[in-house]
Nanobody
Framework: QVQLVESGGGLVQAGGSLRLSCAAS????????MGWFRQAPGKEREFVVA????????NYADSVKGRFTISRDNTKNTVFLQMNSLKPEDTAVYYC?????????????????WGQGTQVTVSS
């Protein structure tokens, strides 16, 4: 069992930056690929970015490529999402998720563990 806790969300102006963190419990964190997803009101859950278990390979949604960066520290059981050049359309609840599939996959249905989410609001 893995428990995930996100932090770092908040309110920021367009063009600003935020850094999200996701802390995982348990000693098997390095066995999981990790992903970030988001969901805006009235919209479906959307893939943002994923990183494989080793941190070598990443997979970004086109909408965030070049602006967001995912990283992980397996010694601290933590995955990070650095978000730069934020836009109002990035406003959503951001969820951290873990999958036993080792690769950086996009399909949320294949993720086994989810955090409670953290709100990111970008004002124009």
């Amino acid at each position: 069992q893995v428990q995930l806790v996100e932090s770092g969300g908040g309110l920021v102006q367009a063009g600003g930056s935020l850094r999200l963190s996701c802390a995982a419990s348990g000693r098997t964190f390095s066995q999981y690929a990790m992903g970030w997803f988001r969901q805006a009101p009235g919209k479906e859950r959307e893939f943002v970015v994923a990183i494989d278990r080793s941190g070598t390979n990443t997979n970004y949604a086109d909408s965030v490529k070049g602006r967001f960066t995912i990283s992980r520290d397996n010694t601290k059981n933590t995955v990070f999402l650095q978000m730069n050049s934020l836009k109002p359309e990035d406003t959503a609840v951001y969820y951290c998720a873990g999958t036993r599939f080792g690769a950086a996959i996009k399909m949320w249905q294949l993720y086994d563990y989810w955090g409670q989410g953290t709100q990111v609001t970008v004002s124009s």
